[in-house]
């Protein structure tokens, strides 16, 4: 079967989808003798529907009258073979980077099939597999608007009570990876700049609202460290110390380009937030004592 993939098809016709879809839905575990299969599928799929998104809408209507987001779904729980959610991660995050009707990405966003890959257990042990999810929660995130957001959250009442998304992306927010932390950070901002309303109450109420003292805490921890690195270069300089320090400087320039961002975004909570911690974890533990040892040394010296 799987070495008549490309055979007698225009690749980039809507024949080659239907065979596609129609050769996953055959598959009823995902092994290595057919992993090579659905990898590839998954990969043609996304570029398919990227060609029908700018060319023949007929290729939208068949991905959602074939409910490809659900076999999407399918194929992930009955593999565990590592590279497949890989791929799967990847070409969710292109189709929502690339489907340029509004229409598409609603579709996209309902049903729950986003939230499900938002919430599956991945192995995020393989670095790799971490890396694609985080491209994937950006993906999403660059597409939120007051419309769009609605169908990632649940609302009981008039209030948000869960929004995975966000949710998901603080998990990571710590990350010994840089670029990881990049990354969420980009995400939370997207939220943040949505502007609605309810969303806003979510995020600035417990307990997530400890994502913004754990910010100013991780802050805190960069500082130290970088005040030890200094010290210790100063005693013992090595051949990279000033590019390690350089480093340093720069990731807690990027975070105090971060507080600002969150604060512009314009939600009065999350701004107090941020600056009621900022008084609470560096302000009067660190600043004030040391403001008093140096107005008590001046006494001294009087």
Do not use: C
């Not at 980039?12 to 598959?27: E, G, N, P, R, V």
């Not at 970088?226 to 590019?243: M, Y």
């Not at 533990?285 to 001046?298: E, G, Q, Y």
């Amino acid at each position: 079967m799987w070495s008549s993939f490309w055979r007698s098809r225009d690749r980039f016709s809507l024949d080659q989808l239907s065979y596609l879809t129609d050769q996953l839905a055959k598959i009823q575990v995902v092994t290595d003798d057919n992993k090579d299969f659905v990898i590839e599928a998954l990969r043609s799929i996304a570029e398919l529907m990227t060609y029908g998104d700018q060319h023949d809408s007929s290729y939208f209507e068949f991905f959602m009258e074939k409910q490809v987001m659900g076999e999407f779904v399918r194929i992930l729980k009955i593999s565990k073979i590592v590279s497949v959610p890989l791929q799967l991660l990847q070409t969710v995050s292109i189709l929502v980077q690339n489907l340029r009707n509004e229409h598409a990405i609603y579709y996209l966003f309902s049903n729950q099939h986003i939230n499900y890959l938002i919430t599956y257990s991945f192995d995020f042990q393989n670095e790799e597999l971490l890396s694609y999810y985080i491209s994937f929660l950006r993906a999403i995130s660059g597409k939120l608007n007051r419309n769009t957001v609605s169908l990632l959250v649940k609302i009981h009442g008039d209030e948000v009570v869960s929004f995975p998304l966000y949710v998901e992306a603080i998990r990571f927010a710590f990350n010994e990876e840089n670029m990881v932390r990049t990354a969420v950070r980009a995400v939370t901002l997207n939220v943040y700049h949505v502007g609605d309303d309810s969303v806003n109450r979510y995020i600035s109420s417990a307990p997530h609202t400890d994502y913004f003292s754990n910010l100013i805490s991780f802050f805190r921890k960069q500082s130290m460290d970088l005040n030890k690195l200094v010290s210790h270069t100063l005693i013992n300089p090595g051949p990279d110390s000033t590019s390690t320090i350089i480093v340093a400087i720069d990731e807690i320039e990027d975070n105090l380009y971060y507080f600002s961002d969150i604060v512009s975004a314009g939600i009065p909570d999350v701004g107090r937030l941020i600056t009621d911690s900022i008084l609470m974890v560096l302000i009067f533990p660190l600043l004030l004592p040391s403001l008093r040892i140096s107005i008590d040394n001046v006494r001294n010296l009087t």
